[in-house]
């Protein structure tokens, strides 16, 4: 294990950069992308936050679960603001963004930024309330602006 | 030397490119390295491997999920040629391009032919890559 | 919005009605089921997954290889064939057949109903 918040944040950074270019590569991102993220999330759900209840309404949804993971030590969501109507989220996600590095690397080298925040939402929310949100990136920045819409698929 | 199984492979390559409206081959590991081809310059060969590669693993993994057997090949219809990939023995794969226009009878004989070609030649040796 | 995925599941049933054709689903892109008449015992989400998998990488490949314009993956294996082509910007549609298909008129078949479920797509966008 790396010895240093810093060395561990490093091979997040790699890792996370090496699994976007892949995915694209072999040319179907959001599918592996959104797979990758859906095994990972329900492995994670199931046991770090096993009693972790989403309520129906989706922006207080991914709200408490920003909370749940800041108290699992995992996120610093302290930055983070999120609002909604039942039917859609729009979050304003701040610097501290733990993926904020690699999609640095990605926006600078003129790539598609896929935000792994939003993605981990939009499934979330399907995981926990069998709901299917369109996720969309508005603007990369200082704050990064996200909206989760319900899809018409249902 | 004779033996040697790139050259064996290469001759294998070169006896498919000759058969009318086959455009490229491509002989690829089946976690995507590139083993041999015979393609023209436009395409990259590395990159064929590994989507190829990928193609067929998954391909493989769809027909035995759906009860469908094993895998014979993928193929591709695009509005300018087709893509085909199948097995050629356990460690490796076979990528042909064809022209719409061509004897798919005649192909499909060529390929089975190449496809037995490399497997043998492919278990009877270790290939370095 | 049911009224989409109910005429997307006529459509589908209506195709799976097919002498030639076992079964037949409508995937998202992103390899999320929309409707199928797969059997019991067929994971849905698996075929789904890995059928968004095989044409994403297809159509990839289309595009390196400079192969014009991708039309539709096969998959043919010793008991039957796996189709799959696209149904608008959003979806394609897949089709397990018989081994023995006539092959000409599913084809024909799915691309009706591939242009139906897009139709039904981009009205419902609008």
Same mark, same amino acid.
């Given at each position: ?40 999330? %329900?492995? /994670?759900?199931?046991?770090? #936050?096993? $009693?972790?209840?989403?309520?129906? =309404? ?58 792994? %925040?939003? /993605?981990?939402?939009?499934? #979330?929310? $399907?995981?926990?309330?069998?709901? =299917? ?22 | ?129 | ?126």
């Amino acid at each position: 294990m790396p010895s240093t918040k810093e060395g561990l944040q490093r091979l997040l950074d790699f890792f996370v950069y090496g699994m976007l270019r892949a995915s694209e590569m072999l040319g179907n991102a959001p599918l592996f992308l959104r797979t990758i993220e859906e095994e990972g999330l %329900r492995k /994670f759900l199931t046991t770090n #936050m096993p $009693r972790f209840q989403a309520p129906d =309404d989706p922006a207080e949804a991914c709200r408490q679960y920003m909370q749940a993971g800041d108290e699992g030590g995992l996120f610093d969501s302290s930055d983070s603001v999120f609002r909604g109507d039942g039917d859609s989220v729009h979050a304003e996600i701040g610097d501290k963004c733990v993926y904020r590095r690699v999609c640095t690397m990605r926006h600078d080298e003129g790539l598609p930024v896929h935000c792994i %925040r939003a /993605f981990a939402l939009a499934e #979330m929310l $399907r995981i926990r309330l069998d709901a =299917d949100f369109d996720w969309k990136l508005e603007r990369f920045g200082r704050p990064c602006r996200i909206t989760l819409t319900r899809a018409k698929w249902k | 030397m004779a033996d040697d199984p790139s050259v064996r492979l290469r001759a294998v390559l070169a006896e498919l490119r000759r058969v009318p409206d086959i455009l490229g081959v491509t002989i690829a590991r089946r976690d995507g390295i590139l083993i041999a081809h015979a393609l023209p310059k436009s395409m990259d060969p590395k990159k064929i491997a590994a989507m190829s590669a990928a193609i067929v693993r998954t391909s493989e993994m769809a027909a035995g999920e759906m009860g469908l057997g094993r895998l014979r090949q993928w193929i591709v219809d695009t509005n300018i040629g087709k893509m085909m990939a199948t097995g050629a023995g356990e460690e490796a794969i076979l990528v042909t391009m064809v022209r719409n226009e061509a004897n798919m009878g005649l192909i499909l004989l060529s390929v089975d032919k190449a496809v037995h070609a490399i497997s043998e030649i492919l278990r009877s040796q270790e290939v370095t890559v | 919005m049911t009224d989409l995925w109910e005429r997307i599941e006529e459509t589908i049933d209506e195709l799976s009605h097919l002498t030639d054709i076992k079964s037949a689903a409508v995937v998202r892109r992103d390899g999320l089921v929309v409707t199928h008449t797969l059997p019991d015992g067929v994971d849905p989400k698996i075929v789904a997954a890995m059928t968004a998998a095989i044409v994403g990488t297809s159509e990839m490949a289309t595009i390196q290889l400079s192969q014009g314009r991708f039309v539709r993956a096969i998959v043919e294996s010793e008991q039957g064939k796996l189709l799959s082509l696209g149904a608008g910007e959003e979806a394609f549609l897949v089709a397990l057949v018989y081994d023995d298909a006539n092959l000409g008129l599913v084809l024909m078949a799915m691309e009706r109903a591939a242009k139906q479920v897009e139709e039904i797509l981009r009205a419902s966008a609008g």
